[in-house]
């Protein structure tokens, strides 16, 4: 086990990172019967309590569905994501941060192509008489989603005006309903590749094809939720990232897929067909609407032999959401931030897919940070998500909330809260106007610079740095210590 | 006794889609009702899938579909 980033860099599927995780202790077997309702749903809650250090649960006797696997919380705490990124148990969030941000267009992607009979994914193929519900384990992911849900699909599809553009091949994460037994709604907006897709097919009546990915290798599901811009690869970006290659094949119908996923549904849009789709459990901790989605026709399925389904709780956080995206949704609005400003020190975008932002910066002249704040709602992220703004100095860690609340605490004057009212929103914020529309908020707790009066505060200086982060790990593991 | 009334807007005539087993044996049953699409599975709590117990917040009015907007439109 010292030897983490040279393991990290050899996982390449979902059964490589689950053994890693077991043999660091944060993957578990539930082998109790369970019924699908309202058992999975609570386990899976009961392990999120625990953002640091909740194991990924694997069931293997869930009422009904014997001999079939479910795995939930693969990346539901920051002890797991370390591991991912060939880090050690109790890295630190921030340390976490930048070691992401660090890797940032830093690597070469390496991608190779397994021949489709040697795939793994393609050891067990279903033509006909498909019947997902036989294939997959799904449960109730929220007591009043209108259907089974999964909730943890890389959903790979090419363009459907330029199909030979490697580049211009989307990998996502959409929800997907099951409709029946070979058929599912997806949920998307315009602005998503996917949706952008779905509109260009139903305008040119051209067929859109797809291949739901379930059960990958850990870094893609981390990467595909990441916005990157519409002519890059996931997949060249997923390995680079992860600093390791990616092993691709072809689905049944010709998209480039993950040669080691557990499961693939191969599947055809119907063309301007919506169907009844939600509610459903979001993000925000509420749920969304029923609303008339697009709906797909099963084609396929290609799976492994004794497939394990992963799926993911989302709702009211903590959640395995936050953990999975909450430090891919920061790290790129700090390297866009950087771009143009680089006192910008770090950006902690965790909260509810960055609704609430954190931004540290070293101020440059008085009232700086807010200039920063506005860039910020200017970034691809920020102009639908970056609700809520709390913009400290570079000498508050913006991802240990007691320093953020002394900032607020010691250094904002009442009008530095800067409202805009009437921007765009998420439309799934509770909080919205309308749908789609509502308010930002600024507060900058940063101190102040000349020529604003700065008082007479003198700060005083505990130490800090990498001796005190050392020392601090040191106590608790002598405190763990002394138990055993 | 799986009734095939559906739990979120009342119409009746719901379709089984899947039927868990163990040792042999139904153990529950995947309904789906093709008015509203609610899917459930008659082992869930009543709270969820009994029109008697269920919230109301979260009805579908079976007699007026065309109110939920659709998404994508070119």
């Known amino acids: 086990m010292n030897d983490l980033p040279n393991r990290a860099r050899s996982i390449s599927s979902l059964r490589d990172f689950l053994e890693l995780l077991e043999d660091s202790g944060q993957a578990i077997t539930w082998s109790d019967p369970v019924m699908p309702e309202p058992g999975v749903r609570n386990i899976a809650v009961a392990a999120s309590r625990d953002a640091n250090g909740a194991p990924a649960i694997v069931f293997d006797n869930i009422t009904g569905y014997p001999g079939k696997r479910l795995a939930v919380g693969v990346h539901g705490s920051w002890d797991n994501i370390a591991l991912l990124l060939g880090r050690p148990k109790g890295t630190t969030i921030r340390e976490l941060f930048f070691e992401i941000a660090g890797r940032w267009g830093d690597q070469e992607a390496q991608i190779s192509y397994v021949p489709e009979a040697q795939a793994p994914v393609h050891e067990c193929r279903l033509e006909q008489d498909i019947n997902l519900y036989d294939i997959l384990p799904v449960y109730r992911i929220n007591e009043y989603d209108g259907g089974f849900y999964i909730g943890k699909a890389s959903v790979a599809s090419r363009d459907p005006l330029d199909p030979d553009n490697f580049g211009k091949q989307n990998v996502g994460i959409y929800r997907l309903q099951i409709q029946g037994p070979d058929s599912f709604t997806l949920m998307t907006i315009p602005a998503h590749d996917m949706g952008r897709q779905i509109l260009a097919a139903e305008r040119e009546k051209v067929p859109l094809k797809i291949a739901v990915m379930l059960g990958n290798h850990p870094g893609l599901a981390v990467f595909a939720a990441t916005p990157i811009g519409y002519e890059e690869s996931e997949y060249s970006y997923a390995s680079a990232m992860m600093g390791a290659p990616i092993r691709l094949t072809k689905s049944g119908n010709g998209i480039d897929i993950l040669a080691d996923s557990e499961i693939v549904i191969e599947a055809e849009l119907q063309l301007g067909e919506r169907e009844l789709e939600g509610p459903f459990g979001e993000f925000p901790g509420s749920y969304s609407g029923v609303r008339k989605a697009p709906i797909f026709k099963v084609t396929a399925v290609s799976h492994r032999r004794d497939p394990i389904f992963e799926n993911i709780y989302i709702g009211r956080g903590w959640t395995e959401h936050d953990t999975l995206i909450g430090l891919h949704t920061s790290a790129p609005i700090y390297a866009q931030l950087r771009q143009s400003f680089p006192e910008v020190t770090a950006v902690n975008a965790l909260y509810q897919h960055g609704l609430t932002g954190i931004i540290s910066v070293k101020n440059r002249m008085a009232g700086f940070a807010k200039t920063v704040a506005l860039r910020a709602l200017s970034t691809p992220h920020g102009v639908m998500y970056l609700k809520n703004l709390i913009m400290v100095d570079a000498d508050v860690d913006p991802f240990d909330l007691n320093q953020v609340m002394w900032a607020l605490s010691t250094r904002t004057r009442a009008d530095d809260v800067i409202v805009l009212p009437n921007m765009p929103a998420v439309p799934i914020d509770p909080s919205a106007v309308v749908p789609g529309k509502g308010h930002r908020l600024i507060i900058d707790a940063t101190s102040y610079l000349p020529p604003d009066p700065v008082g007479e505060a003198h700060l005083v200086t505990p130490p800090t740095g990498d001796e005190i982060d050392a020392l601090s790990k040191r106590i608790r593991e002598m405190q763990l210590g002394a138990l055993s | ?74």
């Open chain 2, 1 to 74: 006794m799986t009734t095939t009334v559906c739990g979120r807007c009342k119409s009746s005539g719901a379709v089984t889609d899947y039927q868990g087993r163990q040792d042999g044996a139904v153990v529950w049953t995947i309904l789906r009702c093709p008015t509203c699409n609610f899917s459930w599975r008659d082992s869930e709590p009543a709270r969820a899938i009994d029109p008697a117990a269920r919230s109301a917040d979260f009805a579908v009015d079976a007699g007026d579909l065309q109110r939920y907007p659709k998404i994508l439109q070119q």
